[in-house]
């Protein structure tokens, strides 16, 4: 099953706005196409997924007002459910990931993060812990209150990071494996009004990149895993100077080698290119590219950072693009048919 897993990719997508829930698709190696092969919509609004390690088993946040967690076994041809999806004791769940023998989820509505156990199976349990953030931002639309939208662990393994779009800041945090109490450690202060979404950690792990959502640009931070500190260093505009109009960037990755970092800017419908100096702490925009649908949520690499995949939400499609080693412009190669589309996984 390995070389079958690996050979495998999952789609995410919002059910409530016609999506198929969780949508497996085969991966042609040679090019990079993708072609479904079935869907199960046994969570509502699985918009972010996240695969185990080994890859036998796809996590999933069900985005709704009462937010759920679940966990399917992706041994097999189709995914099937470990268990009932479990509450997470949160709202509006935006994001997922896995750290210290936990389950992790950032709750948009509520503006909080949840720790669920994970049990032998590889399914989460009841939440253990939930943090609450606090603060708020300029923008009264948007950040009258916190929006937790990304947690991730960091590169090293030992905190957990979570990016706050309400209150223009990234927090870190210990999560104790034993009990999965989370325990803010330091916070992160982004400029007011940027409204900060999520972030990407260079592969050389002292550094990480935020894309704000609210103004199109990309936060340039230092990182430094043995103090729990993260040191925002400066901002790097991801669309040419006097584009106007409806700007929302959503996602940022970084390229294997660290020459390069994509932003998906929506609205725009582009994928920015931005190339890292050797350093890691400066940003250049060199170029955008048409993302070949409207509203790209999520930008995603695949296993060998050769292809950039984007989930097209309002156009409902996901396209594929091969990247030009020298350059990092990606060239669109192709797309599928995805209603609602929120994110690609590949396992």
């Not at 196409?33 to 999933?60: E, I, M």
Request: charged share 20%; aromatic share 6%.
């Amino acid at each position: 099953m390995g070389t079958d897993r690996a050979a495998r990719a999952f789609i995410g997508s919002f059910t409530t706005a016609g999506g198929r829930g969780v949508t497996v698709a085969a991966v042609d190696q040679e090019t990079g196409a993708l072609s479904p092969l079935g869907s199960t919509a046994a969570v509502a609004n699985p918009s972010f997924l996240v695969s185990s390690p080994d890859g036998s088993v796809l996590y999933a946040v069900g985005e709704t007002s009462d937010g759920r967690a679940a966990a399917f076994d992706i041994t097999g041809p189709e995914p099937r459910l470990l268990g009932e999806p479990v509450p997470v004791d949160g709202a509006g769940p935006t994001h997922l990931a896995l750290a210290a023998g936990h389950l992790l989820t950032a709750n948009y509505e509520s503006g909080s993060v949840t720790a669920l156990p994970l049990r032998p199976d590889g399914g989460p349990g009841p939440a253990a812990s939930v943090l609450a953030h606090h603060g708020c931002g300029p923008d009264p639309d948007r950040q009258r209150e916190p929006h937790a939208h990304q947690v991730l662990a960091d590169p090293s393994g030992r905190w957990v990071v979570s990016v706050d779009l309400g209150t223009d800041s990234v927090r870190v945090c210990e999560l104790d494996r034993q009990t999965g109490a989370l325990r803010l450690h330091a916070e992160a202060a982004l400029r007011p009004g940027s409204g900060p979404r999520h972030l990407a950690f260079h592969p050389d792990g002292r550094h990480a990149y935020v894309v704000n959502e609210l103004a199109p640009t990309l936060t340039v931070c230092r990182w430094d895993a043995g103090s729990g500190v993260l040191e925002p260093l400066g901002e790097t505009a991801v669309v040419a100077h006097g584009v106007r109009g409806e700007i929302y960037p959503s996602e940022a990755v970084v390229g294997h080698d660290g020459r390069f970092l994509w932003v998906a800017c929506r609205g725009h419908d582009s994928i920015a290119v931005l190339a890292l100096d050797e350093t890691g702490e400066e940003a250049r925009l060199v170029t955008g590219v048409a993302c070949g649908g409207h509203w790209p949520r999520d930008l995603t690499l695949d296993p060998s950072g050769r292809r950039l995949y984007a989930s097209n939400e309002r156009s409902g499609d996901v396209t594929w693009f091969a990247i030009d080693a020298a350059t990092g412009i990606p060239a669109l190669a192709g797309s599928i048919e995805a209603p609602a589309a929120s994110c690609v996984v590949f396992c």
